[in-house]
Nanobody, 115 residues
Framework: QVQLVESGGGLVQAGGSLRLSCGAS????????MGWYRQAPGKQREVVAV???????TYAQSVRGRFINSRGYAGPTVYFDMTDLRPDDTGIYFC?????????WGQGTQVTVSY
């Protein structure tokens, strides 16, 4: 089992910035894919950014150039630096961890961007 703990969500005005963090613990493997998904009210969960075992990062087009996904140096941690936030970035952001055929999710952290 793997446990994911997210932090860093909150309320911010449009144009502002936030940093999300996600730490993984438990049965960790060095080869893993970690990423961020978000779910806006009334919408399906969508992928926002994913970093693969080779540290290749893929971003959703809507956040490209504004958000940066990176790995931490101490343990299986990912950071999500979000800048120039927009109201349509509002949603619950979930951390995801995949290793082999196992797929784990964090509890989610709320990000609200006001006008």
């Amino acid at each position: 089992q793997v446990q994911l703990v997210e932090s860093g969500g909150g309320l911010v005005q449009a144009g502002g910035s936030l940093r999300l963090s996600c730490g993984a613990s438990g049965n960790i493997f060095s080869a893993n894919t970690m990423g961020w998904y978000r779910q806006a009210p009334g919408k399906q969960r969508e992928v926002v950014a994913v970093i693969d075992p080779d540290d290749k990062i893929t971003y959703a087009q809507s956040v490209r150039g504004r958000f940066i996904n990176s790995r931490g140096y101490a343990g299986p941690t990912v950071y999500f630096d979000m800048t120039d936030l927009r109201p349509d970035d509002t949603g619950i952001y979930f951390c995801n961890y995949i290793t082999g055929t196992n797929d784990y999710w964090g509890q989610g952290t709320q990000v609200t961007v006001s006008y």
